[in-house]
């Protein structure tokens, strides 16, 4: 989904329209890096030089079941996010319009399963879900043992 057909009614969202849309990035002089961890995700600003200006963690939670579950929301995952920008617009003069890229990394192998509108349709498998563990193995013959 493109970011400008979202409704924006956050910061963040705010600036990923901006950002999406190409407007005033030219001359912006920050980087926004979120990295999505298993427990939390941390959300940095660096200057042209690489320079850690500001950083914000917030947490969220994991849920773990019987049979190999570990499960997340995306809601939870979206809201930490947003929460922890909005730490850094508050903390950074300027955000806004000195931003010219926004990083995203996360853990590998979660799945979040959208709609045709980017909905979460479930909640979201982790790395830690082992729920079909046994059909890898048969995938690749018993390896590993």
Same mark, same amino acid.
């Given at each position: 989904m493109v970011a400008d057909q979202l409704p924006c009614d956050t910061f963040l969202c705010q600036l990923a329209a901006k950002t999406a849309k190409g407007l005033g990035v030219q001359n912006g002089d920050l980087v926004l890096a979120a990295d999505f961890g298993t427990s939390s995700v941390k959300v940095g600003v660096v200057d042209s030089d690489l320079k850690l200006l500001a950083r914000s963690t917030e947490s969220y939670p994991l849920?773990?079941?019987? &049979?190999?579950?570990?499960?997340?929301?995306?809601?939870? #995952?979206?809201?930490?996010?947003?929460?922890?920008?909005? +730490? !850094?617009?508050?903390?950074?003069?300027?955000?806004?319009?000195?931003?010219?890229?926004?990083?995203?990394?996360?853990?590998?192998?979660?799945?979040?399963?959208?709609?045709?509108? &980017?909905?979460?349709?479930?909640?979201?498998?982790?790395? #830690?879900?082992k729920r079909a563990?046994?059909?890898?193995? +048969? !995938?690749?013959?018993?390896?590993?043992?």
């Open positions: 849920s773990l079941a019987p &049979g190999g579950i570990a499960e997340q929301n995306p809601e939870d #995952l979206w809201a930490a996010l947003v929460r922890a920008v909005e +730490d !850094l617009h508050q903390t950074v003069s300027g955000l806004a319009n000195r931003v010219s890229a926004v990083v995203f990394s996360s853990q590998i192998c979660g799945v979040i399963c959208v709609d045709e509108n &980017g909905h979460p349709l479930r909640p979201c498998l982790t790395w #830690l879900d563990a046994d059909v890898s193995k +048969d !995938l690749v013959d018993g390896f590993p043992s």
